[in-house]
Structure formats: structure tokens, C-alpha cells
């Protein structure tokens, strides 16, 4: 059952556009970085975001979504808990974040 891996960030009021800039292509990039332990090959289904442009003011600060499609929970999981493409990116990333949000699911399970 595919999985789709909700990202949300705020970025800290110091950070500058070119290291938002750098963050938000980094994470796009990780479509391609991440690859199967096993087959070497890209496993994430797809992967696109942008800067929030709601007009409903609820955005508590968050600046930036981005969707994550994976096609398993196996693909999920070994993203989350073991992938060192995405292992760097958190390091690299969390220093400019003041706060996020990650939220997964699988489309129609309630």
C-alpha cells in the first residue's frame, strides 16, 4: 500500500534565502539520492513541494510543504529509520528549522 510522508517546515527567522534555497533543493533532491539498499535503484515514487501561499492565515509559521511518495511502508520505513542520503539531509537540514511537522498516511485509511 503506497504511503505519502507529509513534510512541513518552518525555517528559523535568521535563515537566509540562500540557505532556504539550498534546503528546499536538498530535499527535492532526495528523490533521486535515496536509493534501495538492495537494488540501487530509486524508491521514492515522487516528491514535490513549495513555499505556503494560503490565504486562511493557519499556517502557525510553517513556510514549506513537501509530499513524499513512497510505494510501500517497507519504503517508508527504511527512508525514515535507516537511508543515509536522508540521514544527511536531516543533519544538514534541522540547524535552520525552527520547528516542522511530518505526517504520514495512506490514502482513504481512516
Not at 16 to 19: K, L, P, Q, T
Not at 106 to 110: A, L, M, Q, R, T
Given at each position: 500500500m503506497a504511503v505519502k510522508h507529509l513534510v512541513l517546515f518552518?525555517?528559523?527567522a535568521n535563515t537566509?534565502?540562500?540557505?532556504v534555497k539550498e534546503a528546499t533543493s536538498?530535499?527535492?533532491g532526495l528523490?533521486?539520492?535515496c536509493l534501495n539498499p538492495t537494488s540501487r535503484k530509486q524508491y521514492i515514487?515522487?516528491?514535490t513541494g513549495g513555499k505556503d501561499n494560503s490565504i486562511e492565515g493557519a499556517q502557525r509559521g510553517?513556510?514549506?510543504a513537501f509530499v513524499v511518495e513512497f510505494e510501500s511502508i517497507e519504503d517508508r520505513n527504511y527512508y525514515v529509520n535507516s537511508d543515509p542520503h536522508h540521514s544527511e539531509f536531516k543533519n544538514y537540514v534541522i540547524p535552520f528549522?525552527?520547528?516542522f511537522v511530518i505526517v504520514d498516511y495512506?490514502?482513504?485509511?481512516?
Open positions: 518552518q525555517f528559523k537566509g534565502a540562500d540557505a536538498r530535499m527535492l528523490k533521486e539520492g515514487k515522487s516528491l510553517i513556510t514549506h528549522l525552527e520547528n495512506s490514502e482513504g485509511v481512516f
